[in-house]
C-alpha cells in the first residue's frame, strides 16, 4: 500500500511541474510574474487588474513586433 502511495504522489509532483512548465511556456503566468514583480519594485501602489495587463501586455507587442509566429 506505500508503494502505491508513494507513487502516486510521485505522478502527482510529475504532473504539476508539467503543467507549470506548460504555462510558463504558453505564458500564462504572465500576470503572476508581474504581480510578483510589482510588490517588489513598486510597493505601495496598486498594479494593474488582469485585464488592464493583458491588455496592456498585447499593445506593446502589437508596437514592437518581434519573432512571434501569430
Known sequence: ??????ALDALRR?????VWFYK????????QAYLDHHRVAHPGTLP???REFW???MDRQD???QGRCC
Open 14 to 18: 510529475g504532473w504539476r511541474g508539467f
Open 63 to 65: 508596437r514592437n513586433p
Open 1 to 6: 500500500m506505500a508503494a502505491a502511495a508513494q
Open 48 to 50: 494593474m487588474s488582469e
Open 55 to 57: 491588455r496592456d501586455k
Open 24 to 31: 510558463g511556456v504558453m505564458g500564462e503566468n504572465a500576470y
